[in-house]
């Protein structure tokens, strides 16, 4: 009689994950958010994006609402991530009511650009 001596977990072999076009979809979905225009109403609701890609001005209630859950399905999936060689951003802020990056040659204090009017 033999006894095996390890039982493999039911899940074994069966991992979860998504093929390169699948990964694809996800970053083009999310390339798309960041794309359209990221309507703010003050500094404090734009971020710096972290995905994909180089950063972009973001709302923030885009990246909780719209990229987290791709991304989460991107990392899920087991997606790879090739790597980009990105300059650092300039700082992101609201202007007239849309994220946007620092403008060449507007003053800044503290990485937060200085309007004067």
Known sequence: MVVALFALPPYAGCE?????EECDALR???FA???????CANDADC???????????LAKKSQTEQIQPLLTKFNEGKCEEKKVDCRK?????CKQGLCVHKEA???VMDDTPVITP
């Open 16 to 20: 979860k994950r998504l093929k390169p």
């Open 28 to 30: 083009g979905e999310a």
């Open 33 to 39: 958010i960041l794309n359209k225009a990221q309507p």
């Open 47 to 57: 971020q710096q994006s972290e995905w994909p890609g180089c950063e972009k001005p």
């Open 89 to 93: 951003p300039p700082p992101v802020y």
């Open 105 to 107: 040659g507007m003053p």
